[in-house]
């Protein structure tokens, strides 16, 4: 009997109340390949969805930690093990005062088929915490990252599972989390990725979900006969993601004119040229302040509590979080010409946004195809780490681009619905899903 998408959502629904950005993405991957299965109903005998929409292993933890007045402070960890059928659990920890099990078992789920496009050998998961590290001292989010490592190291390992960073982990946390781990397991291992070049990081890391966004778009315009060059981009977001797209947008001769945090967006129709991004990054990574000052620094618009896409656009790249384009934001932005997205954040646009990028037939790039090049790099990390040796910035960066194309050629390959229209979502879905399906399956009832 094959798959009916409402029954087995109520069924993933049930068993999982409340966890609503899971049901989104469960219900997204689940409408794209019901019918791939049921022209392989291999899969649908090994009950392979039902499988795969229920992690292996799910870790919550208490997290102690003291402030800087002495306070004892509590938050709650996790670590989602979603899938391990092509290799080592790998995906992201995020520090957000929104972390909860149903956004961690949605990124998690996501990763699962991202990691396989990447045609690397990684499992997925996802982990993090509900703590805010905005406001916190650096001793305090040492302490804290000393405290949720002391209970992780427990469940991770470089051949286990290899966190790395996602919203509000970055390089310091990185460090602080490596040192303990190190300290308790006596070992100098490729536990994590993201780290510092001196203590076993990788080139291109730091630049490389940015960086791969923008191939991606790349990819997507040269199959058009397009390309970068003179696109008017918008950008959301400040973070890592945000900032590397805006580097590469200006080596392939586009121009970024919006920035964001969760305060509201700058509009610099100017564009943020290289010396005024070198200001974006000391600001959101050195002086960690907000992206309003650099509309009082440039005296251009600042719009508090709004989000950029209402701003004229060839190009957007959404790079901040979850569902942050909406139907009428999807609506905006066509309207006002824009016939690419190309997602830096994981799930930015709701189902209703998506459907209107289906109905306009725009270029668009799904987050588990287009924000790939970071789990990418991260994987080359981990290669380097098992050789114990490093390779340059262009051997990296070439690998990267070679695994964006690759990635796009395995979206075309699965989503070409006619002469001149791809469906990028259905693409990514299936191509991500048949490589982690026929291993499950070749791996017996696991
Ligand atoms: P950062 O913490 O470096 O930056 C996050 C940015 O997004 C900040 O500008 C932040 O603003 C903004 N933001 C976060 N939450 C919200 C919110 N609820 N509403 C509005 N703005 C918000 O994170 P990254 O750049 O690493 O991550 C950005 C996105 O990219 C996430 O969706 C992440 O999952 C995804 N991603 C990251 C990868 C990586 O390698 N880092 C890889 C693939 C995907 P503020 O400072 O005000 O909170
Ligand atoms: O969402 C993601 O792909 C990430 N946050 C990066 C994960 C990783 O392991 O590099």
């Not at 520090?95 to 956004?103: D, E, M, R, S």
């Not at 967006?265 to 070198?278: Q, V």
Request: some cysteine; glycine content about 12%.
């Amino acid at each position: 009997m094959a798959y009916v998408l409402d029954d087995f959502m109520a069924k993933v629904i049930a068993k999982n109340p409340g966890e609503v950005e899971f049901h989104q993405a469960v219900s997204e991957v689940v409408e794209s390949v019901i019918p791939f299965i049921e022209e392989n109903p291999k899969y649908e005998h090994g009950k392979i969805l039902e499988r795969m929409v229920e992690p292996e292993r799910v870790i919550m933890f208490r997290v102690p930690w003291l402030d800087d007045k002495g306070n004892i402070q509590v938050n709650r960890g996790f670590r989602i093990e979603m899938n391990s059928a092509i290799g080592p659990y790998k995906g992201g920890l995020r520090f957000h005062p929104t972390v909860n099990l149903g956004i961690l078992k949605f990124l998690a789920f996501e990763q699962v088929f991202k990691n396989s496009l990447t045609t690397l050998p990684m499992g997925g998961g996802k982990g993090g915490s509900d703590f805010d590290p905005k406001g916190k001292s650096d001793n305090e989010v040492m302490r804290f990252c000393q405290s949720f490592m002391t209970e992780l190291s427990r469940h991770i390992g470089p051949n286990t599972d290899v966190p790395a960073g996602d919203i509000g982990v970055g390089g310091r946390e990185i460090g602080f989390l490596f040192g303990q781990y190190k300290r308790l397991r006596n070992e100098f291992t490729g536990v994590l990725t993201g780290k510092d070049l001196n203590w076993g990081g990788s080139l291109i890391r730091p630049e490389a979900t940015g960086y791969g966004c923008v191939y991606f778009a790349q990819n997507m315009l040269k199959d058009k006969g397009d390309s970068i060059k003179g696109k008017v981009c918008t950008v959301s977001g400040s973070g890592n993601v945000a900032q590397y797209t805006v580097e590469k947008v200006n080596e392939l001769g586009g121009k970024v004119v919006t920035l964001s945090d969760s305060s509201g967006y700058i509009y610099d129709p100017d564009g943020i040229d290289a010396e005024k991004l070198a200001y974006v990054m000391h600001l959101k990574n050195v002086k960690r302040g907000r992206i309003k000052e650099y509309a009082d620094k440039y005296g251009v618009e600042y719009h508090e509590g709004q989000r950029p896409w209402g701003v004229k656009c060839d190009i957007a790249f959404p790079s901040a979080t979850q569902n942050e384009i909406d139907e009428s934001d999807a609506e905006t932005l066509i309207s006002n010409g824009c016939f690419v997205v190309s997602e830096g954040a994981n799930m930015p646009s709701t189902p209703a946004a998506i459907e209107v990028y289906l109905k306009n037939k725009i270029l668009y790039g799904p987050a588990k195809a287009a924000n790939a090049g970071g789990v990418a790099v991260s994987g080359l990390e981990m290669s380097q780490n098992s050789m114990r040796l490093s390779w340059t910035r262009e051997e990296v960066d070439q690998k990267l681009q070679q695994i964006m194309k690759d990635i796009h050629d395995t979206c075309v390959k699965y989503g070409r619905e006619s002469e001149d229209y791809v469906n990028y979502m259905a693409g990514a879905n299936i191509g991500g899903f048949v490589k982690v399906a026929d291993s499950m399956l070749a791996q017996g009832l696991v």
